[in-house]
């Protein structure tokens, strides 16, 4: 089965039900769409236009074939995404593409599993010419972070397992002189920098999760006490909200002026959690609960920001959907239907004619 990362152009046209990427006309004005990835397709819905979900992408029923990892590049004009086959006990065939307006799919690299088993995210460079991405060593079990030319080329990897390991979760710092990313060894969890020709590997905190601030000076992750903030060379680490229960706080992301951050919490347990949406500045300071949901939440998307900072977008099965609210808590309005029975994942927003911070 052919799997795709696909870097779509806006208005790039193919063969639906193919299992390549098929693309609508997209706004080029606003905060533009959000891409949900949802089993086996990929949609985008414009949160001025509730309810209307239109096909980015899908795969063709009935193959085991399944979408993950959308990721819009820092202008908006092309979308990176994960497609094709995965499996929890054996090989999975993922495969990295890009498109381009009149062309069809051009196979970038193999990626085997994609991280999917960790729920691994894309990392664009930003200068948008780089997309880093973890990519297994299919029968060793290892995988490791490579980054791809959106030009075609040849991948480069960055870093290496001597032991089973995963690294996944890329976050370039606005320089695109270094990534931050996740490694699991065992049953830790530690955060990494690498700069971006894969040279000095340095280990700067445990945690997990990690996305550097729009400034450059910090990076915030998670980690068992909770949402934690370091800089980038992980001195300086303090805790900004404490865990309290259930399965903690997570997935933080920083608003695009660097002042606030929004995260999940999921309290309860042992095993029925709510999922909450939280805001708080960057200090630590003004901590909101801006939704929960009820009992109890299984399939979910990390909440992320709308371009200008004004909303945030979220999902889970629990919540019974896909939401956008304003970044006060005020103005919840449903942009879908339940999507539970989808195996929902994740999420991106397209930046359109936003200020650079």
Same mark, same amino acid.
């Given at each position: 089965?052919?799997?795709?990362?696909? =870097?779509l152009l806006v208005g790039v046209a193919g063969s639906a039900g193919s299992g390549t990427a098929t693309t609508a006309p997209l706004p080029?004005?606003?905060?533009?769409?959000?891409?949900?990835?949802?089993?086996?397709?990929?949609?985008?819905?414009?949160?001025?236009?509730?309810?209307?979900?239109?096909?980015?992408?899908?795969?063709?029923?009935?193959?085991?074939?399944?979408?993950?990892?959308?990721?819009?590049?820092?202008?908006?004009?092309?979308?990176? $995404?994960?497609?094709?086959? $995965?499996?929890?006990?054996?090989?999975?065939?993922?495969?990295?593409?890009?498109?381009?307006?009149?062309?069809?799919?051009?196979?970038?690299? %193999?990626?085997?599993?994609?991280?999917?088993?960790?729920?691994?995210?894309?990392?664009? %460079?930003?200068?948008?010419?780089?997309?880093?991405?973890?990519?297994?060593?299919?029968?060793?079990?290892?995988?490791?972070?490579?980054?791809?030319?959106?030009?075609?080329?040849?991948?480069?990897?960055?870093?290496?397992?001597?032991?089973?390991?995963?690294?996944?979760?890329?976050?370039?710092?606005?320089?695109?002189? =270094?990534?931050?990313?996740?490694?699991?060894?065992?049953? %830790?969890?530690?955060?990494?920098?690498?700069?971006?020709?894969? %040279?000095?590997?340095?280990?700067?905190?445990?945690?997990?999760?990690?996305?550097?601030?729009?400034?450059?000076?910090?990076?915030?992750?998670?980690?068992?006490?909770?949402?934690?903030?370091?800089?980038?060379?992980?001195?300086? =680490?303090?805790?900004?909200?404490?865990?309290?229960?259930?399965?903690?706080?997570?997935?933080p992301s920083w608003s695009p002026d660097g002042t606030k951050l929004v995260f999940f919490n999921t309290p309860g347990g042992p095993s029925?959690?709510?999922?909450?949406?939280?805001?708080?500045?960057?200090?630590?300071?003004?901590?909101?609960?801006?939704?929960?949901?009820?009992?109890?939440?299984?399939?979910?998307?990390?909440?992320?920001?709308?371009?200008?900072?004004?909303?945030?977008?979220?999902?889970?099965?629990?919540?019974?959907?896909? $939401? =956008?609210?304003?970044?006060?808590?005020?103005?919840?309005?449903?942009?879908?239907?339940?999507?539970?029975?989808?195996?929902?994942?994740?999420?991106?927003?397209?930046?359109?004619?936003?200020?650079? $911070?």
């Amino acid at each position: 089965m052919t799997c795709l990362v696909a =870097v779509l152009l806006v208005g790039v046209a193919g063969s639906a039900g193919s299992g390549t990427a098929t693309t609508a006309p997209l706004p080029l004005h606003g905060n533009g769409d959000i891409a949900v990835a949802l089993g086996r397709n990929l949609l985008a819905v414009n949160p001025s236009h509730p309810g209307v979900m239109r096909g980015i992408a899908s795969c063709p029923q009935g193959t085991g074939c399944e979408i993950d990892e959308p990721a819009w590049s820092p202008r908006g004009r092309k979308l990176a $995404f994960v497609q094709g086959a $995965f499996a929890v006990n054996h090989p999975s065939h993922m495969f990295l593409y890009v498109m381009a307006h009149g062309r069809g799919p051009r196979q970038l690299a %193999s990626c085997g599993s994609c991280g999917r088993a960790w729920g691994a995210r894309l990392g664009w %460079s930003p200068n948008g010419k780089w997309v880093a991405f973890s990519r297994d060593g299919f029968h060793t079990g290892k995988d490791t972070l490579w980054i791809v030319p959106v030009s075609g080329g040849k991948p480069h990897r960055l870093t290496h397992c001597r032991t089973r390991c995963d690294d996944l979760n890329p976050s370039w710092s606005p320089d695109g002189h =270094v990534l931050v990313y996740e490694h699991i060894a065992g049953s %830790s969890t530690s955060l990494y920098t690498i700069r971006s020709d894969g %040279s000095d590997p340095t280990k700067i905190a445990l945690g997990a999760d990690p996305q550097w601030s729009p400034d450059g000076r910090s990076i915030v992750f998670e980690d068992a006490r909770g949402i934690e903030v370091a800089d980038g060379h992980g001195s300086g =680490v303090h805790l900004l909200y404490a865990q309290t229960g259930g399965a903690g706080p997570g997935v933080p992301s920083w608003s695009p002026d660097g002042t606030k951050l929004v995260f999940f919490n999921t309290p309860g347990g042992p095993s029925h959690y709510t999922a909450e949406v939280w805001t708080m500045n960057a200090d630590g300071s003004d901590q909101r609960s801006l939704y929960q949901s009820g009992c109890c939440v299984g399939d979910w998307a990390a909440p992320i920001w709308s371009p200008d900072g004004r909303m945030i977008a979220f999902s889970a099965d629990s919540a019974g959907g896909t $939401f =956008v609210i304003n970044a006060d808590g005020s103005g919840l309005e449903e942009l879908g239907p339940d999507q539970a029975s989808y195996g929902l994942s994740s999420m991106s927003w397209q930046p359109l004619n936003v200020r650079v $911070f």
